[in-house]
């Protein structure tokens, strides 16, 4: 067990370490550059195609575009979101803001790629559903002989399902809803494992009825959850946010120079460098939007259009929603509260309850976080099932083996909730983490393909 513990830390420092984080913010940079700044320069045509695109109609076998959308910002806005943004400030600072602010800018271009090659190399399956990804456009973009790496992300892709998708997803889920029901009755405290027992099994058997459906009934759920929690995250951040708003020039200040120079903003002591501000940001900003893992192009994939670039520019607005506008919401209700940040050591909950709990109250405040990350985590995990079926398609050829994947990932979700992740969510971790290299290398590999679509595409609409 050591020993696999060992090879896990080896191969996870590796898959997040800063190669693939150049290699990420890189490529992200690279596209922008190719293709003109879409993310600038598209920005308004983005904006009315997500506007306008309400009363679109979805085909057999397919999603409409929007309802695409909501099902990979289903899995993109998560847990990550709140956990992910307090443990970036955490670990590197207020500096580590600007930092992610960064991986989402270049981010919305990788998605736009990837959601395009997505809907360019898409198939249907044998039960007559579109269904796309890295693995389809690796084969069919790059050639067959590019076929091994295909399924290294297909491998790791339905084996990290159960990790970002399942485990990490229930265990936050339960650790809030716990820390809000001893905020009311501490008492609760000495019952947690049997509450637990109760958030995993009624989460099981309501999760169950929704991914039983397939991508039609998982995208109906997207698109009704997907409204209300963010509905409901945003005014609650934003009235944090209101009550706080004469220390925001100042927080400004501190995210800006503590991200070239955090020992300037939080003082020496504290041993914050400048490594930790960019690494923390980039990480974190990466790992809340999911820009160039090859995820969400699986949900997008699913859309009923025939326009590769208009689902693209869907892509990127899910970055730019989850990233600049979520994201961003957290991090300044967190740092403009005031709340003590121990930024060596430090429960990542904890920070956006007592953000919260400045303006709502320690009660209200926990119910108010522990309902967000609820619904936030419900979400990534339906999506995420749909992920680790369409992976397990490619990898045996067919549709009839997603009964029993489904069966193992609504037991993972009891499973989740009761027992410490441990090195199996670890082990998880690494192989989301790996399911980016085989993407990024198809992506780099067909961005000439993206840029001369995306010029027919905008000439067109001209």
Same mark, same amino acid.
């Given at each position: 067990?050591?020993?696999?513990?060992?090879?896990?830390?080896?191969?996870?420092?590796?898959?997040?370490?800063?190669?693939?984080?150049?290699?990420?913010?890189?490529?992200?940079?690279?596209?922008?550059?190719?293709?003109?700044?879409?993310?600038?320069?598209?920005?308004?045509?983005?904006?009315?195609?997500?506007?306008?695109?309400?009363?679109?109609?979805?085909?057999?076998?397919?999603?409409?575009?929007?309802?695409?959308?909501?099902?990979?910002?289903?899995?993109?806005?998560?847990?990550?979101?709140?956990?992910?943004?307090?443990?970036?400030?955490?670990?590197?600072?207020?500096?580590?803001?600007?930092?992610?602010?960064?991986?989402?800018?270049?981010?919305?271009?990788?998605?736009?790629?990837?959601?395009?090659?997505?809907?360019?190399?898409?198939?249907?399956?044998?039960?007559?559903?579109?269904?796309?990804?890295?693995?389809?456009?690796?084969?069919?973009?790059?050639?067959?002989?590019?076929?091994?790496?295909?399924?290294?992300?297909?491998?790791?892709?339905?084996?990290?399902?159960?990790?970002?998708?399942?485990?990490?997803?229930?265990?936050?889920?339960?650790?809030?809803?716990?820390?809000?029901?001893?905020?009311?009755?501490?008492?609760?405290?000495?019952?947690?494992?049997?509450?637990?027992?109760?958030?995993?099994?009624?989460?099981?058997?309501?999760?169950?009825?929704?991914?039983?459906?397939?991508?039609?009934?998982?995208?109906?759920?997207?698109?009704?959850?997907?409204?209300?929690?963010?509905?409901?995250?945003?005014?609650?951040?934003?009235?944090?946010?209101?009550?706080?708003?004469?220390?925001?020039?100042?927080?400004?200040?501190?995210?800006?120079?503590?991200?070239?120079?955090?020992? &300037? +903003?939080?003082?020496?002591? *504290? =041993? $914050?460098?400048?490594?930790?501000?960019?690494?923390?940001? /980039?990480?974190?900003?990466? #790992?809340?939007?999911?820009?160039?893992?090859?995820?969400?192009?699986?949900?997008?994939?699913?859309?009923?259009?025939?326009?590769?670039?208009?689902?693209?520019?869907?892509?990127?607005?899910?970055?730019?929603?989850?990233?600049?506008?979520?994201?961003?919401?957290?991090?300044? &209700? +967190?740092?403009?509260?005031? *709340? =003590? $940040?121990?930024?060596?050591?430090?429960?990542?909950?904890? /920070?956006?309850?007592?953000? #919260?709990?400045?303006?709502?109250?320690?009660?209200?405040?926990?119910?108010?976080?522990?309902?967000?990350?609820?619904?936030?985590?419900?979400?990534?995990?339906?999506?995420?099932?749909?992920?680790?079926?369409?992976?397990?398609?490619?990898?045996?050829?067919?549709?009839?083996?997603?009964?029993?994947?489904?069966?193992?990932? $609504?037991?993972?979700?009891?499973?989740?909730?009761?027992?410490?992740?441990?090195?199996?969510?670890?082990?998880?971790?690494?192989?989301?983490?790996?399911?980016?290299?085989?993407?990024?290398?198809?992506?780099?590999?067909?961005?000439?393909?993206?840029?001369?679509?995306?010029?027919?595409?905008?000439?067109?609409?001209?």
């Amino acid at each position: 067990m050591q020993l696999i513990e060992s090879v896990n830390s080896f191969l996870n420092n590796i898959v997040w370490g800063w190669p693939t984080m150049i290699l990420l913010v890189g490529t992200g940079i690279y596209l922008s550059v190719r293709m003109g700044m879409p993310q600038v320069t598209r920005f308004r045509t983005m904006m009315d195609t997500c506007l306008t695109s309400r009363g679109e109609r979805s085909s057999k076998g397919s999603v409409n575009p929007l309802q695409a959308l909501a099902t990979a910002l289903a899995a993109t806005v998560g847990t990550g979101n709140i956990v992910g943004c307090s443990g970036a400030i955490i670990s590197g600072g207020p500096g580590a803001v600007f930092w992610l602010w960064i991986s989402g800018i270049f981010g919305m271009c990788t998605k736009f790629s990837e959601v395009t090659l997505a809907v360019k190399y898409r198939r249907k399956n044998d039960a007559g559903e579109n269904v796309g990804g890295p693995m389809y456009y690796i084969t069919d973009g790059l050639g067959k002989n590019w076929k091994w790496l295909a399924v290294i992300f297909a491998i790791a892709g339905t084996v990290a399902s159960f990790g970002i998708g399942c485990l990490s997803q229930i265990s936050s889920m339960t650790t809030a809803i716990n820390t809000a029901i001893t905020a009311f009755v501490p008492g609760a405290a000495d019952h947690t494992d049997t509450i637990s027992l109760v958030i995993g099994i009624t989460a099981a058997i309501v999760l169950g009825l929704v991914i039983i459906g397939g991508i039609r009934r998982i995208a109906l759920a997207a698109q009704t959850l997907i409204p209300v929690m963010s509905i409901i995250y945003v005014v609650c951040s934003v009235i944090v946010i209101l009550a706080h708003i004469t220390s925001l020039p100042a927080v400004l200040a501190s995210i800006f120079k503590g991200a070239f120079s955090p020992k &300037a +903003v939080i003082g020496g002591a *504290v =041993g $914050i460098t400048l490594k930790n501000a960019v690494s923390s940001g /980039l990480g974190r900003g990466l #790992f809340s939007n999911e820009a160039g893992q090859g995820s969400a192009p699986i949900a997008h994939a699913g859309t009923s259009t025939e326009e590769p670039v208009k689902q693209g520019l869907f892509g990127m607005f899910e970055v730019f929603f989850d990233t600049i506008v979520i994201c961003t919401l957290t991090c300044l &209700a +967190v740092l403009m509260s005031g *709340v =003590g $940040i121990e930024y060596v050591t430090g429960d990542k909950n904890v /920070l956006p309850i007592d953000a #919260f709990a400045t303006v709502f109250g320690d009660k209200f405040g926990s119910l108010s976080v522990a309902l967000s990350l609820l619904l936030f985590a419900f979400t990534t995990m339906i999506t995420w099932s749909l992920y680790g079926v369409r992976c397990l398609e490619f990898l045996t050829g067919s549709s009839r083996f997603s009964g029993i994947y489904k069966v193992i990932f $609504i037991a993972a979700v009891v499973y989740g909730a009761t027992v410490p992740l441990g090195l199996a969510y670890r082990i998880s971790d690494t192989l989301n983490g790996i399911m980016t290299i085989p993407n990024l290398v198809a992506v780099l590999g067909l961005s000439g393909t993206v840029t001369q679509l995306a010029k027919e595409y905008f000439s067109n609409k001209k």
